[in-house]
T-cell receptor, first 114, second 112 residues
């Protein structure tokens, strides 16, 4: 059982380049999330999705776009990368948004923007 | 402003010893409090979820406490093992799974 899989694991970009991070889950979860984790700070929600074809903004959405064309996949795009987007990105999923539902996380993508 | 603060930032203890990590929060409305364990280079993994009415919850050698009146929680680790070396993150939920307020974590190092 793979759970939540993120690709790639590492990436280095130059300022202005674009890229897409892929998240795939095999747990048939409705909800999916993208977070970023920076040193000394808690995880911050970028975007989330409550089901196939839907997306919503989180706490820090600027500079990112997302798509959820298939229930099992959630893509995070950076159209024009900036050094401030250097971070570790985590994807998570949960069965629903009920307050006691656990979020399951992928292993993360470490992104450096030069 | 909704905030979750954890202390200490880092902690080093010897294998076999106990330790307690602290979490203070100012989140309203409060729904539940979670503790996650994050190994280096990995994503967070849920240890426990506590609702308003729960004071104590145990998961193997981990015991979490919650005082909703003082808005404090603690995570006690008993008989620490090398595999307990990780960051422990306190997370408070406001109303739903996409309204989680994450603490910065306590980095715990267990030395042999």
């Amino acid at each position: 059982n793979a759970g939540v899989t993120q690709t790639p694991k590492f990436r280095v970009l130059k300022t202005g380049q674009s890229m897409t991070l892929l998240c795939a889950q095999d747990m048939n979860h409705e909800y999916m999330y993208w977070y970023r984790q920076d040193p000394g700070m808690g995880l911050r929600l970028i975007h989330y999705s409550v089901g196939e074809g839907t997306t919503a903004k989180g706490e820090v959405p600027d500079g990112y776009n997302v798509s959820r064309l298939k229930k099992q996949n959630f893509l995070l795009g950076l159209e024009s990368a900036a050094p401030s987007q250097t971070s570790v990105y985590f994807c998570a999923s949960s069965y629903s948004s009920r307050v006691l539902d656990i979020q399951y996380f992928g292993a993360g993508t470490r992104l450096s923007v030069l | 402003k909704n905030q979750v603060e954890q202390s200490p930032q880092s902690l080093i203890i010897l294998e076999g010893k106990n330790c307690t990590l602290q979490c203070n929060y100012t989140v309203s409305p409060f729904s539940n409090l979670r503790w996650y364990k994050q190994d280096t280079g990995r994503g967070p993994v849920s240890l426990t979820i506590m609702t308003f009415s729960e004071n104590t919850k145990s998961n193997r050698r981990y015991t979490a406490t919650l005082d909703a009146d003082t808005k404090q929680s603690s995570l006690h680790i008993t008989a620490s093992q090398l595999s307990d070396s990780a960051s422990y993150i306190c997370v408070v939920s406001a109303q739903s799974n996409y309204q989680l307020i994450w603490g910065a974590g306590t980095k715990l190092i267990i030395k042999p």
